[in-house]
């Protein structure tokens, strides 16, 4: 199935739409996720003469890394959305070519009547990460000594840290 809208099939009004897409089909290098499931994507898609407005959510899964254990954990994503796009200008014309009012942010912009819907879920996917992720609340991480999983294994290693900037203080208490 096509990541493309192709607005000329909508010729105002309000049309609806309902699109399922596999997950590798989503992902793209770099990405700080990865698409695990299929991804669902229900809209309203409202066109007023060059505006056209997606109302809708996308529902998935995608993987992401722990930030303690360094682990793949899944996270399950069900994000509503609500999109403005306006045409653009020229060839190349992006969000940051055109001076946007505060009315205007969350606005983007297609290029020949196409709206790439494989973009529009990745921002939601970008959107719903959380700021720190973590596999479960208490992950207790890798060992700074051995690199072993805490979650999985204990060991013996000592762990203390020692604020280098007090050793000169130290250095005075022991004379």
């Given at each position: 199935?096509?990541?493309?809208?192709?607005?000329?099939?909508?010729?105002?009004?309000?049309?609806?739409?309902e699109r399922r897409f596999e997950a590798g089909v989503l992902g793209q290098p770099?990405?700080?996720?990865?698409?695990?499931?299929p991804v669902s994507l229900e809209a309203e898609v409202r066109k007023d003469a060059?505006?056209?407005?997606?109302?809708?959510?996308?529902?998935?899964?995608?993987?992401?890394?722990?930030?303690?254990?360094?682990?793949?954990?899944?996270?399950?994503?069900?994000?509503?959305?609500?999109?403005?796009?306006?045409?653009?200008?020229?060839?190349?014309?992006?969000?940051?070519?055109?001076?946007?009012?505060?009315?205007?942010?969350?606005?983007?912009?297609?290029?020949?009547?196409?709206?790439?819907?494989?973009?529009?879920?990745?921002?939601?996917f970008y959107l719903a990460l959380p700021m720190k992720p973590l596999c479960r609340?208490?992950?207790?991480?890798?060992?700074?000594?051995?690199?072993?999983?805490?979650?999985?294994?204990?060991?013996?290693?000592?762990?203390?840290?020692?604020?280098?900037?007090?050793?000169?203080?130290?250095?005075?208490?022991?004379?």
């Amino acid at each position: 199935m096509s990541l493309l809208l192709d607005l000329n099939r909508f010729r105002g009004g309000v049309d609806r739409i309902e699109r399922r897409f596999e997950a590798g089909v989503l992902g793209q290098p770099g990405d700080d996720f990865q698409v695990v499931t299929p991804v669902s994507l229900e809209a309203e898609v409202r066109k007023d003469a060059e505006k056209v407005r997606l109302v809708g959510r996308v529902e998935g899964a995608i993987e992401l890394t722990c930030s303690r254990c360094l682990e793949p954990f899944p996270v399950p994503v069900n994000v509503p959305f609500d999109l403005l796009f306006l045409p653009a200008v020229g060839p190349e014309t992006t969000s940051e070519d055109r001076e946007l009012g505060e009315e205007d942010t969350g606005v983007s912009f297609y290029h020949e009547d196409v709206i790439d819907l494989g973009e529009v879920i990745r921002e939601q996917f970008y959107l719903a990460l959380p700021m720190k992720p973590l596999c479960r609340e208490d992950c207790a991480g890798l060992c700074p000594v051995c690199g072993i999983n805490k979650n999985r294994e204990a060991c013996s290693c000592e762990s203390t840290w020692v604020d280098p900037r007090m050793e000169p203080l130290r250095r005075l208490k022991s004379e």
